[in-house]
């Protein structure tokens, strides 16, 4: 079994609804983090949580929110999706330390109309 | 604010050919560097990383990277390029007191036969 995954791998929703993107993970890590990828732009942080009472913006976090449930869980909400929220988004996680690596789940292919 | 500079979105070499792939970081304080390889409708996964152990750094698949201080670069390299290296690659840092990776646009490697 992978040791990051992501539910929705793929998902078409409508402008102006509610989203969530879950992420768990099996690898121990306390921190974990929401990426999103457009082309050209590479990766771009929306959120991170370095254990289930730290959670931190990032770079992007302007209309989305997150919910870390638990120590393996870390769920990415877009309250009132839009279109240029199409995107395709990672979770990923990591251990404690500056250049510990950080594992990535498989992505969640989002596409707003 | 760190930044990650990868210069040419895309490179296309010939199998059996020298891969170079180019990054520049700009922070005064020599950081955590990374390489991540994301294959078609895959995640990320590291390729190496330099923690300031050796200015050399070998990974996985026969890459390599040099990190050199005087230029702020950490280019990625490999001698024979494989059909099987057609991907993406992402740079990426972590600088001293930052608590999040910042990665680069990325390059996408296309290999001819």
């Known amino acids: 079994d992978a040791d990051v995954t992501q539910t929705p791998r793929n998902r078409i929703t409508k402008t102006g609804k509610r989203i969530m993107l879950e992420c768990s993970q099996t690898?121990?890590?306390?921190?974990m983090y929401w990426y999103r990828q457009d082309p050209g732009l590479g990766l771009r942080l929306i959120y991170y949580?370095?254990?289930?009472?730290?959670?931190n913006k990032g770079e992007i976090s302007d209309g989305y929110s997150v919910s870390r449930q638990a120590q393996a869980k870390f769920s990415l909400s877009l309250e009132s999706a839009i279109p240029n929220q199409t995107a395709l988004y990672f979770c990923a996680t990591s251990a404690s330390g500056g250049a510990e690596e950080q594992y990535f789940g498989p992505g969640t292919r989002l596409t707003v109309t | 604010a760190q930044s990650v500079t990868q210069l040419g979105s895309h490179v296309s070499v010939s199998e059996g050919a020298l891969v170079l792939l180019r990054c520049n970081y700009s922070?005064?304080?020599?950081?955590?560097l990374f390489w991540y390889v994301q294959y078609p409708n895959q995640g990320l996964q590291l390729l190496l990383k330099?923690?300031?152990?050796?200015?050399l750094v070998k990974g996985i698949n026969g890459f390599e990277a040099e990190f050199k201080k005087s230029e702020t670069s950490f280019h990625l390299t490999k001698p024979s390029a494989h059909m099987s290296d057609a991907a993406e690659y992402f740079c990426a840092v972590r600088e001293t007191g930052r608590r999040a990776l910042t990665f680069g646009s990325g390059t996408r490697l296309q290999v001819q036969p």
């Open positions: 690898k121990g890590h306390d921190r």
């Open positions: 330099y923690t300031s152990a050796a200015t």
């Open positions: 922070s005064s304080v020599p950081p955590y």
């Open positions: 949580s370095f254990d289930v009472k730290d959670i």
